[in-house]
């Protein structure tokens, strides 16, 4: 039932994003310098956390450097042999450990194809930064709890400067270096949660709902509960939401809410609204002080951060509560049963 | 309880496979010809039922076609009004009812980029089809029941179709005609099965999973169970579900494994097989006895099909299934509680 070493490594976040920061912005840079004006679109191979890390490149490289991402379907490479053409395509694969060979085969495919290719992995000596022109390295040090947290963050982390440094963006590099401080006061501020997470010790499933940037904190967070808890947690964007799963939520039903400040604030407000009408019992993760007051849990982060940087941040109250279920529920929640910290799928 | 309009429904989709091939072919011809060679990737924007067919089309589009396919990510068009540059992108929407505000809006503005656009569409005078420069129209007739089937099928038709036709396949084109009598044929084998959905009527949660083109199916599959059963249904790939999920899979957990034959059949007997392992309850859609043979439900499918066609077949057994479990449920299958047949999302 030991969880130090998860806790230690979810608490370890705000320095691994600064050691990101300090070690590979020039590293990035050059890798932007590179790559500008090389490719039309973004193709993204992961699977598990940094696939959720993937989802939040979605927006980010949406938003600010107006590229459209297509996530890949690495079974197209692998089983099926028939990879796409890759014409005009930046192809970037995250693995923190740099093994899974299909991420591994869609890099090299694109390398095959003469397209510019990025690894960001915490593994140098790995086959993805192996099969890769250009890698940016995690600095998350070694990640022994089975379930992946500080890579998340620093994978985040990764993508958000590539994000800076494509668009040469000095004010952006500003408020990135603020969230290990963020990060920090995060912690702070959660600390009375965690007595009220037994409340939760008997729920059997849940769904967690974010959009935009923090569709990907949406994702992640299901993952994590799923991971340590073993309960059956779904997650969302509140428009897919809408198209059909809201049928499933009935009185005492739970949602995780992931509903940070910015350009979503109406559409969660709506959604908060509708879930409260059905009965659902709401956790919420917000900085709005409004978002908090109505929930039956309230997970606060931090105000006075960019919606973009959000899910850097936004993550951690969901690491923690999946981390405290574990416990209530007396898991092992260092290492899962049934998981295995390096998984290789084909 | 009624559920004679989803039913007919369900059954009326081996005529509306036929009548979109008898009415489309040519236009779907003429569409090929002038898109050819004016895109480098498809961006494709939808929702719900639609998304899992865009899903479908990640793998038609790509293992037939070398077409990288990326999901739109339609909040970026709307609530962020950052979209991003649609450069060397053919952008699709798929939308049975064409209302839905954000899809019209992605592809609107890719309209405004100077991209060719193509709506596959059940209503000839809906926003999205008028947004468009080119339309493949359903021909589903009027879908009453909330739960989307006929449109599903017809839609995922309507990409076979330009999937063929871009590729000018004609062998293809004739195994694409034996979908609606291996639906007639799947239609009889299942009739066995509805007996014995009853023994699902306390479940409370399942996973569905398939991979490559069947991963839509398990998307589909669990969008019915949730929609008509309010029972969480979560979908995963097989890889995916290695890196994570299968940690909330103990002993009597349902899992729906959707796993017609093809290049992805060694990765289900594996799958099937740690399922098994783990006394995971297992309901197996699949054309092959082996499979069927192993699962406490075996739900099959005629064999014969190319798996990049099974698709259309492999969903029905599912559609059959959460309709019954309905039934069993005292539901009302035609219109599930707290939701409308079109959903106006931004």
């Known amino acids: 039932m030991s969880t130090s070493i998860l806790e230690s490594e979810i608490h370890a976040q705000p320095d691994v994003i600064s050691e990101l920061l300090h070690k590979e912005t020039e590293n990035v840079n050059k890798i932007a310098d590179d790559l500008r004006g090389r490719f039309k679109y973004v ?6 956390t940094s696939d959720n890390a993937a989802r939040y490149a979605q927006y980010l490289f949406g938003a600010h450097n107006r590229l459209q991402v297509a996530l890949a379907t690495p079974s197209l490479f ?23 060979p299909d991420i591994v085969s869609v890099l090299s495919e694109a390398h095959r194809q003469g397209r510019p290719t990025l690894a960001i992995t915490n593994l140098q000596q790995s086959p993805l930064a192996e099969a890769a022109d250009h890698v940016i390295m995690l ?7 089975v379930a992946a947290t500080k890579t998340y963050t620093s994978s985040l982390a990764g993508l958000a400067l590539l994000s800076c440094c494509l668009e040469n963006n000095a004010q952006r590099m500003k408020d990135l ?3 290990p401080q963020a990060m920090q006061r995060a912690f702070l501020d959660l600390e009375p949660a ?8 008997y729920m059997a499933h849940c769904n967690v709902i974010g959009r935009g940037y923090n569709y990907s904190t949406a994702f992640e967070v299901a993952l994590k509960v799923k991971e340590l808890t073993r309960v059956v947690a779904e997650p969302y964007s509140s ?3 809408r198209h059909g799963p809201v049928a499933t939520v009935s009185r005492g039903f739970p949602v995780i809410v992931v509903a940070p400040q910015g350009a979503i604030t109406q559409d969660m407000i709506d959604l908060i609204a509708q879930l409260k009408g059905l009965g659902a019992e709401l956790l919420v993760i917000s900085d709005d002080p409004q978002h908090l007051s109505i929930a039956n849990l309230p997970l606060p982060i931090p105000p006075g951060l960019p919606e973009w940087l959000t899910p850097l941040v936004a993550v951690i109250p969901g690491q923690l509560f999946a981390m405290q279920l574990a416990i209530e529920k007396g898991f092992n929640a260092d290492q899962p049963e049934g998981l295995t910290k390096v998984t290789e799928t084909f």
């Open 177 to 179: 270096e603020r969230v």
């Open 239 to 241: 428009a897919d939401f």
């Open 194 to 201: 965690a007595s009220h997470v037994e409340r939760y010790r």
């Open 43 to 48: 193709v993204i191979a992961a699977r598990g």
């Open 139 to 145: 600095h998350a040090g070694l990640e022994k709890a």
């Open 78 to 100: 692998t089983l099926y042999e028939c990879p796409p053409d890759l014409s005009e395509a930046l192809v970037i694969g995250i693995s923190q450990s740099g093994q899974s």
